[in-house]
């Protein structure tokens, strides 16, 4: 079945640096794709849903890179703050109407 | 805000002991899902639903745990035996289809003693 692995497991950037979360999946025939973060204590809340083939989307402080040829799916934290500390946590719909799959998650801690 | 509601956000069992959790999902899902998430993070599915019919579940669900979505009442997810191992964030997801955008309750989480 469909394995989707995150990078990196933990990220420590300052204030108005970068950062990019890396998902790659194994399953050619998934077809939506999501980015969740995760405050301490609190749900699961959605940044992105994307379904095209090599998609950029760009949100709020954020990127979104889809490219379904190398299974590759990024979110990139263009200049980082402090409320974005959090847990990220990508999600690969897979065929077959199967639940979602999720990564294991990306720690991140932007540091003033 | 979650307009997906759990309860108990917080429950403390002995081994052995029967844990009960519910969800209320949004108005109007059909689909309800059941993530467990351990302390690294990672997400287990363990059953859905869409209305009261179960779509998916997995081994240990069937197994050890019952859960329900009952007509115009909370869905439930109870472990009918709790082991150490089951301590862990429970997070009730719902809806409008199986495949599509999952909107996530705050959780409950268990400590198994």
């Known amino acids: 079945g469909e394995q989707v692995e995150q990078r990196p497991p933990h990220l420590s950037v300052r204030e108005g640096d970068s950062a990019v979360i890396t998902c790659t999946y194994t399953?050619?025939?998934?077809?939506?794709f999501f980015w969740y973060k995760q405050e301490p204590g609190a749900s699961l809340q959605l940044l992105m849903k994307?379904?095209?083939?090599?998609e950029i989307n760009e949100g709020q402080g954020f990127t979104v890179l889809l490219n379904k040829k190398d299974k590759r799916l990024s979110l990139n934290l263009t200049a980082a703050h402090p409320g974005d500390s959090a847990a990220y946590f990508c999600?690969?719909?897979?065929?077959?109407?199967?639940?979602?799959?999720f990564g294991t998650g990306t720690t991140v801690s932007v540091s003033p | 805000n979650s307009k997906v509601i759990q309860t108990p956000r917080y429950l403390v069992k002995g081994q052995g002991q029967k844990a009960k959790m519910r969800c209320i999902p949004e108005?109007?899902?059909?689909?309800v899902f059941w993530y467990q998430q351990n302390k690294n993070n990672e997400f287990k599915f363990l059953i859905n639903?869409?209305?009261?019919?179960?779509?998916?579940q997995i081994d240990m669900t069937e197994k050890r745990f019952s859960a329900e979505c009952p007509s115009n009442s909370p869905c439930s997810l109870e472990i009918q035996s709790s082991e150490a191992g089951d301590s862990a964030l429970y997070l009730c997801?719902?809806?409008?289809?199986?495949?599509?955008?999952?909107?996530f309750g705050e959780g409950s989480k268990l400590t198994v003693l």
């Open positions: 997801a719902s809806s409008w289809g199986n495949t599509g955008q999952l909107y």
């Open positions: 399953d050619p025939n998934s077809y939506y």
């Open positions: 994307v379904f095209s083939s090599t």
């Open positions: 999600a690969v719909s897979p065929q077959g109407g199967r639940a979602l799959i």
């Open positions: 108005k109007g899902h059909p689909v």
């Open positions: 639903f869409q209305n009261q019919e179960v779509l998916q």
